[in-house]
């Protein structure tokens, strides 16, 4: 990592530990004198909350494992214990389940704010893989964390995801028996998620320092794009973006906050407060908020294509959804980053902002028309955008002249 | 890592460079970082010789391309690599059901007491099986049905057993996404799935909606007139 501390050992003490083992110096180069882009606005504040967002989560999940257990008898009564007798439990266990809606939605604004401003490319495509990487293994770990209520969508949820598996030719069927512990989801199937849903979010921590370390290279991106040129373009993270950073999450915490004390259930579905019963389907099974738009893909292969049947058409299309993410460094060869100066790229963005919000909207309406119409207009949207639209716009688009540097944007703007 | 730069040149040493050195200088000293460039020498296809101490490496054969000691490292390799998938099968292996599951895999139940016309829901292997005992009404409308108009082409006779064309019995999760459909409804007089609008018939077939296979017939035999073993 680039050198750009000016620690100076205070004392005898300071001065032993550093010859040793540098930490106060490395946390000094990295959490205080970061040279930081001095332009960056408050999308740039959700690495902070999701840092927090996943303290929360291992704080509360850890205190919930000592009183939950995970038995398909007992784990849908363990949890009511939790709310109804154990102290404060009621709001732990709140602020756990709010916790991963709050946790998906800085996640998803973190991933549009670097969609828009150019963050995954050159020298920045490893950072942003990472990222990519992290929003997966979150996706997994809230996934089993969905299972460990053992309600009726807990299961059903479960029935319906690990059937994905069944499609996969061959061996599907040895696969799913594999990750379920037997043929239909069971005790062993809860048994397991719960050990996953407990180690996953460590795994998450590690690459999330893989992921600083990987900012910390090339440094942050900015609102324009420019890369610092020299040290007037940049301040120290210290105090400046901390207190920044800080002033975020509390204003993250206010709507945080609000539902875990005034709406902690509103965010879930009714049917999981009916204990699991595998021989009763709910009337409409629908995952979590933030799964919606890869599930309304999912479900929009509903045609055969080729001798490719619908239900392994829609497993492919749901990965293929995933893995635009991952090469979209390589698919958007625009030298320019920030969309402010892309003249037609900014509109494409927006379309693809509200189709987002649109699939995810569609994944909760019932396989009806005119929703599932629209469920393949809106995932050929997603695919387009990423395979056809980034990739044509990079050679046709003319961008608007960019600043010099980032002190020159900041400065002419305050004299404009 | 301030006070010593360790750069490859370091630890990779010429046996020009060897031949200076005291016999204690190059095991001492990074040994196994030198072991590890070499592996990644020999991956890359140029040999060249790490030599500990003295000028053991005397002729000019050991430094050609492919030596004896490439070839222990990559048969020490390929032991190592044996063993260490050796070790990770049971921990994969342990997630398959287990022998409790297993057990589970055949089940006798009685049917007398379902009147017909009446179906039942029972589990087997954790999964929900229907035990529908048909009438006669919807034994023909099963049987009328030409092989043309079904998606998943199957002749009645081919989803029950000979003699006991009035029980139907099958896993009861729709082979769309696993929902459980609800029975004598639908269009067909059968089972109509809520989660994605399956219609099944009266011989479970899939009619109309996105599933693409009829309902699975599991294995079983009648052992007596009412006494069926599934599994």
């Not at chain 1, 690459?207 to 794009?225: C, D, Q, R, S, T």
């Not at chain 1, 993250?252 to 509103?266: E, G, K, L």
């Not at chain 2, 089972?191 to 009829?214: E, L, M, Q, T, V």
Request: aromatic share 12%; charged share 15%; glycine share 8%.
């Amino acid at each position: 990592m680039s050198e750009h501390s000016t620690y100076v050992p205070g004392n005898a003490v300071e001065k032993w530990l550093d010859d040793r083992l540098p930490v106060v110096r490395f946390a000094k180069e990295h959490l205080m004198d970061f040279p930081t882009p001095k332009n960056l606005n408050y999308w740039w504040t959700f690495g902070a909350i999701l840092v927090m967002c996943l303290g929360v989560q291992i704080v509360t999940g850890i205190i919930l494992a000592m009183h939950y257990t995970p038995n398909v008898a007992l784990a849908f009564d363990s949890v009511e214990h939790i709310r109804r007798n154990v102290s404060g439990g009621r709001v732990i266990q709140a602020t756990h389940a709010v916790g991963a809606s709050m946790f998906f939605v800085a996640l998803y604004i973190h991933m549009f704010r670097g969609l828009f401003y150019g963050s995954y490319k050159a020298p920045r495509e490893i950072l942003w893989i990472l990222g990519v990487v992290i929003f997966l293994l979150t996706t997994a770990t809230a996934f089993m964390g969905y299972i460990l209520p053992w309600g009726q969508m807990s299961f059903w949820g479960a029935t319906v995801i690990s059937n994905i598996f069944s499609a996969i030719p061959l061996v599907g069927d040895s696969i799913k028996q594999l990750v379920l512990g037997g043929f239909a989801v069971g005790n062993p199937t809860l048994n397991r998620f719960f050990s996953l849903h407990y180690l996953l979010p460590f795994i998450i921590a590690a690459v999330v320092a893989l992921h600083i370390w990987a900012l910390h290279v090339p440094g942050n991106n900015n609102p324009v794009g420019v890369e610092v040129k020299d040290s007037r373009d940049t301040v120290p993270f210290h105090p400046y973006y901390t207190m920044k950073d800080l002033f975020a999450m509390v204003v993250f915490m206010i709507p945080f906050a609000w539902f875990v004390f005034f709406a902690p259930d509103i965010l879930g579905h009714p049917d999981n407060y009916i204990m699991a019963n595998p021989q009763v389907t709910p009337a409409h099974i629908v995952p979590e908020w933030y799964l919606l738009p890869f599930y309304t893909i999912l479900r929009a292969i509903d045609f055969n294509i080729l001798f490719i049947d619908s239900k392994l058409g829609g497993v492919i299309a749901m990965g293929g959804a995933m893995l635009c993410l991952l090469i979209v460094p390589w698919l958007d060869t625009s030298k320019v980053r920030a969309g402010t100066f892309r003249p037609m790229f900014k509109w494409f963005y927006a379309l693809f902002v509200i189709n987002f919000i649109a699939l995810m909207y569609l994944g909760a309406q019932e396989a009806a028309e005119p929703y599932t119409t629209l469920a393949k207009v809106c995932t050929a949207y997603y695919f387009l955008y990423f395979l056809v639209i980034l990739p044509v716009l990079s050679r046709i688009e003319t961008p608007k002249p960019l600043p010099t540097s980032i002190s020159e944007s900041v400065l002419g703007k305050a004299h404009a | 890592m301030r006070s010593r730069k360790l750069s490859p040149a370091a630890h990779w040493t010429s046996p020009s460079d060897s031949a200076k050195r005291t016999p204690t200088d190059g095991p001492l000293e990074g040994g196994w970082l030198t072991i590890l460039l070499m592996w990644s020498k020999v991956g890359a296809g140029s040999v060249i010789c790490a030599s500990y101490g003295e000028t053991d490496l005397s002729t000019q054969a050991e430094h050609s391309t492919t030596n004896r000691r490439d070839f222990l490292f990559v048969a020490t390799g390929a032991v190592g690599a044996v063993g260490a998938a050796a070790v990770v099968w049971p921990l994969i292996n342990q997630l398959n059901p287990d022998a409790s599951t297993l057990a589970l895999a055949s089940i006798q139940y009685d049917v007398s007491p379902i009147a017909e016309g009446q179906s039942v829901t029972i589990m087997w292997r954790g999964l929900p099986v229907f035990v529908r005992h048909r009438t006669p009404k919807e034994i023909e409308e099963a049987k009328a049905v030409p092989l043309s108009e079904l998606k998943d082409p199957e002749t009645d006779e081919q989803r029950t057993k000979p003699g006991h064309e009035e029980w139907l019995i099958m896993i009861a999760n729709c082979t769309h996404l696993g929902c459980i459909p609800v029975g004598q409804s639908g269009d067909f007089d059968g089972w109509f799935c809520p989660c994605h609008g399956s219609h099944y018939d009266s011989a479970g077939r899939i009619r109309r909606g996105p599933a693409p296979k009829n309902l699975v017939v599991p294995p079983y035999e009648f052992l007596s007139d009412t006494l069926v073993q599934i599994g």
